[in-house]
Nanobody, 126 residues
């Protein structure tokens, strides 16, 4: 059974940093792309960042590029997103996701992802 469990959300001031974690279990970690999405109240779920199955490639939305970094720790089957220079508009519930298929290209649409975590809340406010 594939499980994705996020953690690390919280309240941070504008300009601050947070690191979110996504623990993956129930599958071979290094065969699947991973992605982070976020959803703010009243808005659609939007793509944030993706990491390729081999860990060599990343893909970011324009709104976070240069501020967020996605990476993984293979030994612990954890994918992270380091979020710096946070803005109030970054506030949302953040989800990690992974597709059923192995390998392949990174995607930025939710419909390509089959497994989702429960989400972790990020609040950016002074």
């Amino acid at each position: 059974q594939v499980q994705l469990v996020e953690s690390g959300g919280g309240l941070v001031q504008p300009g601050g940093s947070l690191r979110l974690s996504c623990k993956v279990s129930g599958r071979t970690f290094r065969q699947h792309n991973m992605a982070w999405f976020r959803q703010a109240p009243g808005k659609e779920r939007e793509f944030v960042a993706a990491l390729s199955w081999n860990g060599y490639s990343t893909y970011y939305s324009g709104s976070v590029k240069g501020r967020f970094t996605v990476f993984r720790e293979d030994a612990d089957n954890i994918v992270y997103v380091q979020m710096n220079s946070l803005k109030p508009e970054d506030a949302a519930v953040y989800y990690c996701a992974s597709p059923e298929r192995t390998y392949g290209a990174m995607e930025d649409m939710p419909r390509y992802y089959d497994y989702w975590g429960q989400g972790t809340q990020v609040t950016v406010s002074s």
